[in-house]
């Protein structure tokens, strides 16, 4: 079954500068990655999974578009049916913690998975692999950036995307206490980039 992405690359240029002349195929690689490692650890598969589906046809294992008793196409649902909460888990507002600090603000998570995304994307996208190796892209108005300033600007987006994340998820497990309906996201390993 096919499926729809959290995000696209316009998503990623609200938050962050990206060129216009970027292949959306080749940033569509950076946002699944960062959905299936980032997002899906963060809320669960069953969440995820409805979340991806909103507005896919529901097709059966031969290819056949299923229709009601009607003849009606079936459909997963929309976005605008979403419950708020999930609508504020996708795109963040403010809540208020009571004792613990008063109105705050959360992204959410399509700013996280902005971010992550961004963040694979610097690190990335200037190499190509090519039947002589791995290259790197150059032309005659621009010059490479060094590893250490890539690594840098990835690291800082990773950093915005983990703390977005951490806000969202502090948001759901506070107004979702109740129904024992937590989020528990995984630990995550760092890795530490070598620069130049």
Same mark, same amino acid.
Request: aromatic residues 8%; charged residues 30%.
């Given at each position: 079954?096919?499926?729809?992405?959290?995000?696209? +690359?316009?998503? =990623?240029? *609200?938050?962050?500068?990206?060129?216009?002349? =970027?292949?959306?195929?080749?940033?569509? +690689?950076?946002?699944?990655?960062? $959905?299936?490692?980032?997002?899906?650890?963060?809320?669960?598969?069953?969440?995820?999974?409805?979340?991806?589906?909103?507005?896919? +046809?529901? =097709?059966?294992?031969?290819? *056949?578009?299923?229709?009601?008793?009607?003849? *009606?196409?079936?459909?997963?649902?929309? $976005?605008?049916?979403?419950?708020?909460?999930?609508?504020? /888990?996708?795109?963040?507002?403010?809540?208020?913690?009571?004792?613990?600090?008063?109105?705050?603000?959360?992204?959410? +998570?399509?700013?996280?998975?902005?971010?992550?995304?961004?963040?694979?994307?610097?690190?990335?996208?200037?190499?190509?692999?090519?039947?002589?190796?791995?290259?790197?892209?150059?032309?005659?108005?621009?010059?490479?950036?060094?590893? *250490?300033?890539?690594?840098?600007?990835?690291?800082?987006?990773?950093?915005?995307?983990?703390?977005?994340?951490?806000?969202?998820?502090?948001?759901?497990?506070?107004?979702?206490?109740?129904?024992?309906?937590? /989020?528990?996201?995984?630990?995550?390993?760092?890795?530490?980039?070598?620069?130049?």
């Amino acid at each position: 079954m096919s499926h729809r992405r959290l995000i696209d +690359i316009d998503t =990623i240029r *609200t938050f962050r500068p990206v060129a216009e002349n =970027i292949d959306a195929e080749r940033v569509n +690689i950076y946002i699944d990655e960062a $959905e299936r490692l980032d997002i899906l650890p963060a809320i669960g598969g069953e969440l995820f999974k409805m979340l991806r589906n909103l507005g896919v +046809i529901t =097709i059966d294992e031969d290819g *056949t578009q299923l229709a009601d008793e009607d003849g *009606t196409p079936i459909v997963s649902m929309e $976005e605008g049916e979403l419950p708020s909460d999930v609508h504020f /888990l996708l795109d963040g507002g403010y809540w208020d913690r009571g004792d613990c600090g008063g109105v705050v603000r959360f992204e959410g +998570i399509r700013a996280a998975e902005a971010y992550f995304a961004y963040a694979r994307l610097v690190r990335n996208n200037s190499y190509s692999v090519t039947r002589f190796g791995v290259v790197v892209k150059e032309s005659d108005d621009s010059s490479p950036a060094s590893g *250490t300033a890539i690594a840098a600007i990835a690291g800082d987006a990773y950093k915005i995307g983990e703390e977005y994340l951490r806000g969202t998820i502090a948001w759901w497990n506070a107004t979702h206490a109740a129904q024992g309906d937590k /989020l528990t996201p995984v630990r995550r390993r760092k890795f530490v980039a070598v620069g130049d």
